[in-house]
């Protein structure tokens, strides 16, 4: 496993046309995340507040986020038409990029970790 020491050294790795995909999803995730830090988890970019939020990283077929399960089951719906594992959602190099949906999903996780450090914080009280 690689070890990057930031976002922009992941993705100079990258062919130019998987780069170009993944830094329109980086614009997406840092404008839903917009208060978050970019950090390297688990050798991808991910964003971090209350935790890690999301990953994504390119693969040689897709390019995909991952999130918490309990994240994902939010979506089910949603996310019928991607392929995916039960905390990575996978999509095409050649399909429109779903702004939409990806930005809800990053919302969200941010959403249920910010709830789950404040009942941390309530419970040491």
Known sequence: MKHYNN???YLATL????????????EVLRKALPKA???IS???????????????AAAKNHYAIYVYP???GVFKKELKEYSGTKSAIHFAYDKRMP???????AKESLRQNLT??????????
């Open 116 to 125: 789950k450090t404040a009942l941390k914080r309530s419970s040491k009280k």
């Open 70 to 72: 309990r994240v994902m």
């Open 7 to 9: 976002t922009e050294e």
């Open 15 to 26: 062919p130019e046309e998987k780069q170009i995909i993944l830094r329109k999803l980086r």
């Open 42 to 56: 688990y050798s991808m970019p991910a964003f971090k507040q209350g935790g890690i939020i999301c990953w994504f």
């Open 37 to 39: 830090e970019e950090v």
């Open 99 to 105: 702004v939409g949906l990806i930005t809800k999903i």
